[in-house]
């Protein structure tokens, strides 16, 4: 079965640096997310993204973030300078269209703000 | 706004038997999608069920099911014959048409060998 590959699945970073979080939806879908949970807490909505550019953001999705597709295959998360408070584990998700279609997650990526 | 809750933050069952998680939620939105997310040790999210809120059915996969109560707003999970496997948290969460998951704080089970 086709799945969201999300890549490093732990990242470490010392606060202030720029991080980049990669993501690979599954190949026919066409509305990617990204969601954030702290350790502990709910998970998040951040952002979501169709037809190259964003669709709908929250107000955790600040200028800080931003989101890309630079190619026909990964969407990335970018946090320009990272605060203590972002580490959290990163969620990315994919669905083939909007309505009513399951979000299919990926394995999370593990950020770490020194 | 729609809002997502689960009361119970912790919850155990034996090995073999049958659990109840509970949800409920509030929107004034008459057509969604209701979902139940198993997030196990590792942090995946797995899919475990969804149900439509058109549909008055209640939607079972395998050992999972749910009791949907749409004038209530209530969404509770049932797992039954437990397995140790089934230790994870899990998330339930709410989606209208075009818009992201709004999930709840979720519920830690564990199955008790």
């Known amino acids: 079965e086709p799945e969201v590959t999300q890549t490093p699945s732990h990242q470490v970073t010392q606060m202030g640096q720029e991080v980049i979080l990669r993501c690979v939806p599954i190949?026919?879908?066409?509305?990617f997310y990204w969601y954030r949970q702290i350790l502990g807490q709910k998970v998040e909505f951040l952002v979501s993204?169709?037809?190259?550019?964003?669709?709908?953001k929250s107000e955790i999705f600040d200028d800080q973030f931003s989101v890309e597709r630079p190619d026909g295959s990964n969407f990335t998360l970018k946090i320009r300078s990272t605060k203590l408070e972002d580490s959290a584990m990163y969620f990315c998700a994919s669905s083939p269209r909007q309505g009513y279609q399951p979000q299919h997650f990926g394995d999370g990526t593990r950020l770490s703000i020194l | 706004a729609q809002t997502v809750t689960q009361s119970q933050p912790e919850m155990s069952v034996q090995e073999a038997e049958t659990v109840t998680l509970s949800c409920t939620y509030d929107?004034?939105?008459?057509?969604?999608?209701l979902f139940w997310y198993k997030q196990p040790p590792s942090r995946q999210m797995i899919l475990v069920i969804r149900?439509?809120?058109?549909?008055?059915q209640n939607a079972t996969e395998n050992r999972f099911s749910v009791n949907f109560q749409k004038a209530a707003k209530s969404f509770s999970l049932k797992i039954s014959d437990s397995q140790l496997g089934d230790t994870a948290m899990y998330f339930c969460a709410f989606m209208k048409l075009n818009t992201p998951l709004v999930f709840g704080k979720g519920t830690r089970l564990s199955v008790i060998a």
């Open positions: 993204f169709y037809n190259n550019e964003i669709s709908e």
């Open positions: 149900q439509e809120a058109y549909k008055q």
């Open positions: 190949s026919n879908h066409l509305y």
């Open positions: 929107t004034s939105e008459s057509n969604y999608y």
